[in-house]
């Protein structure tokens, strides 16, 4: 017993549902104790209360019907009417005796039922029954002995009195044993004490469960919450708390909040580090430029630098994308892109980048105005991907078709083709198989379209590439909608 | 030419005014926003190279306030920012060029070049050719109230075939005026930027003379 204590205590400490079943032990222990304690002073109070005026109906009868004997002798006129008062050991006694100078009692009369056995007394009890009041009377006095004649407690009523023509002084008792007079009802006492027990334990159990099952379920939600955060289903915290979890919550939400800033403050510093480094590096170029001793080595270094810049800022740019990767998926509102204008921009910037390169004509057909379901920069940045190798791979056109979406929220296509050498169907094999995965490559090798490809993946959106009727690539970048 | 440049950094600031120098223009420096914007509205520049990260004011609200007060000279954007949307933002903003960092120094003077030139012999005037309007002030060009982007080179060409409207400009000629003598180019360039021009401006707006060169026209007007 006193083991599996310490193991339910040992388990407490690291299960909340142990600790719910170490209270609901506990509380049944408690509560089979106060029900045997209850049960034991309740039934002694009903015996008392179903006994004590039958044995002073007695002690009244017996007293009545004694008179003095033609002897000087104590004789009794009437045995009171049980049967009970016959038979030995039947539980029901009386005696009459004679009070004795010395305190002690002589026997007179006793009971039939008392004919074999003898009620013992100790000299404590004696004076008990015979002792006076203060007034100088005699009351009725109970006591209770642990054994009677037939081995079993008695309760037991005496009174002194004094018999007329007779000079003793007499004690009447009267005996009775509960076991068999009340035993009876106290068993059904008894029942009802152990059924109300047994159903208040089996109620704390069965609330304990309960709590277990529904009272612990608040917890479990918020378990599945954060999961969906971890998962990077949510944000944060969204849903109603329980009123002791709700801080705990909170808590969380300003940690995920404050883990948030901290990212996003290390990579804004990384932003700014690439950045402010671009500066410098334009400074080295510029000198490494003009030749010099150790011009080959710095030159080598600078694009070195200027590689690793690229690198960070590229990576820095993708782990925003996948932040805003949660809101990207649901659609969220506020994600709405005008296509052509943006188009329209890019096309006046990649003029401007070829102008003094080469003569390159770039035009944009846009049919009907589309609206990108994402942000801005994202379409900018996959457009002007395929727009600056389409010019750099072109002879002397770039054309650049919008085609609406065939559904609503469907996919609009933005077809970049050029009349340049084109790629063969096996080229266009390798590039899609590249493009499909996320390398690191380094800035202006080859089609750089891993970045692409990324962000493609993350509207659910299709690249493919074809020959063009123009002699060159043609690159269909599907993307999603909003109309 | 006088060029302003406006730079935080002393290395990169001397090196531009350096370079600049060598190709043969005049060059101020400012190393921060305040001093930049000061110059710019007040003194009369060809041309602005403008950084966007510049100590006190920042490079985007010094050119939407040259622009609001209406200084037109061209402005190139020299930034370390090379998201797509902050170009685009600058050309919004009325930046004729954008060039991020790291850059070639051949490639910014070649688009200085290119940019100085599209400004340098204007005549403060409105050229017009029915709904067609070419500000040679402000570099702006408007079709119906609309206004069209144009490169330093496409606007070239729109402007000498405005000042000679109604005339055949050849080709020759054409390759002659927008292209400094030691500018290599092959022919067909011309046919590329008339191309480029008449989808921006209206295609029946330039006729192709065969053989003799281009025609400006107004299309609405009834004799062409």
């Known amino acids: 017993m006193a083991a599996a204590f310490a193991r339910l205590r040992e388990l407490a400490r690291f299960s909340m549902a142990a600790r719910l079943a170490f209270i609901a032990i506990a509380s049944v222990v408690v509560l089979i104790i106060v029900a045997a304690v209850t049960h034991t002073l309740f039934s002694r109070q009903l015996m008392r209360v179903l006994v004590d005026p039958q044995l002073a109906g007695v002690i009244d009868h017996l007293m009545a019907n004694s008179g003095a004997g033609e002897n000087g002798e104590i004789v009794l006129q009437d045995v009171p009417y049980d049967p009970r008062y016959l038979q030995p050991g039947s539980g029901l006694y009386f005696e009459i005796a004679t009070v004795k100078p010395d305190g002690g009692i002589n026997v007179e009369i006793v009971s039939r039922s008392l004919y074999d056995v003898t009620i013992a007394f100790t000299p404590g009890e004696i004076a008990q029954m015979t002792a006076l009041d203060p007034g100088g009377g005699a009351s009725l006095r109970y006591l209770d002995l642990d054994e009677g004649p037939d081995k079993w407690p008695i309760r037991v009523a005496a009174r002194t009195a004094t018999i007329p023509e007779l000079p003793e002084r007499f004690v009447f008792i009267v005996a009775v044993a509960p076991r068999f007079t009340v035993g009876p009802a106290a068993n059904v006492v008894a029942l009802g004490f152990s059924a109300f027990t047994g159903f208040c334990a089996a109620l704390v159990v069965g609330v304990t469960f309960l709590q277990m099952q529904f009272g612990l379920a608040p917890l479990r939600k918020l378990q599945r919450d954060i999961a969906a955060v971890r998962k990077g289903q949510a944000e944060r915290l969204e849903g109603e708390y329980a009123a002791e979890l709700a801080p705990l919550a909170d808590e969380l939400n300003a940690l995920l909040q404050h883990n948030r800033e901290v990212v996003e403050r290390a990579r804004r510093h990384v932003g700014n580090l690439a950045h402010a480094l671009k500066t410098p590096i334009a400074v080295l170029r510029n000198a490494t430029a003009e030749g010099g001793a150790n011009g080959e080595l710095l030159k080598t270094n600078v694009e070195e630098m200027e590689r690793f810049v690229e690198r960070q800022l590229r990576r820095a740019r993708v782990a925003a994308r996948a932040e805003s990767r949660a809101g990207i998926e649901a659609g969220a509102i506020g994600y709405r892109t005008p296509v052509t204008p943006n188009l329209n921009d890019l096309v006046f910037l990649h003029e401007q980048k070829y102008e003094h390169e080469k003569a390159i004509d770039i035009s944009l057909e846009a049919p009907v105005e589309v609206t990108f379901r994402g942000e801005r920069e994202d379409l900018l940045e996959m457009a002007a991907n395929l727009i600056d190798n389409a010019c750099k791979y072109g002879k002397s056109r770039v054309l650049i078709t919008v085609v609406p979406p065939e559904t609503p929220r469907g996919l609009f296509e933005v077809v970049v083709e050029d009349d340049g050498q084109g790629l063969s169907d096996e080229q266009i094999a390798v590039v899609m198989q590249r493009g499909a995965r996320l390398d690191e490559a380094a800035s202006g090798q080859g089609l750089g379209l891993s970045i692409l490809a990324e962000a493609v993946s993350l509207y659910a959106g299709e690249l493919k590439f074809e020959r063009s009727a123009l002699g060159g690539l043609k690159a269909r970048l599907r993307l999603p909608s909003t109309d | ?224």
Do not use: C
């Open chain 2, 1 to 224: 030419m006088r060029v302003l440049v406006v730079e935080d950094d002393r290395d990169l600031r001397e090196q531009l005014k350096t370079a600049l120098g060598d190709a043969g223009y005049a060059v101020d420096t400012a190393d921060n926003g305040e001093d930049g914007q000061f110059l710019g509205e007040t003194e009369p520049y060809d041309l602005v190279i403008l950084d966007l990260g510049l100590p006190k004011v920042d490079g985007m609200t010094i050119l939407k306030g040259w622009r609001s007060q209406g200084r037109s000279m061209p402005v190139l954007i020299l930034s370390a920012r090379d998201r797509w949307s902050e170009k685009v933002e600058g050309l919004d903003l009325g930046a004729n060029d954008y060039l991020t960092k790291p850059f070639h120094m051949g490639e910014l003077l070649a688009r200085v070049r290119a940019n100085v030139r599209r400004t340098s012999d204007q005549v403060s005037a409105v050229l017009e050719s029915g709904d067609l309007m070419l500000n040679t002030a402000t570099g702006q060009v408007t079709v119906g109230g609309q206004p069209i982007k144009l490169t330093a080179y496409q606007f070239k060409v729109l402007d000498y075939l405005m000042h000679h409207r109604g005339r055949i400009v050849s080709r020759a000629e054409l390759t002659e005026k927008i292209y400094a003598q030691d500018h290599e180019r092959d022919s067909n360039t011309i046919e590329v930027f008339i191309g480029i021009l008449r989808r921006k401006i209206g295609t029946d707006r330039i006729v192709t003379e065969k053989g003799l060169g281009y025609r400006l026209v107004d299309p609405a007007a009834a004799n062409g």
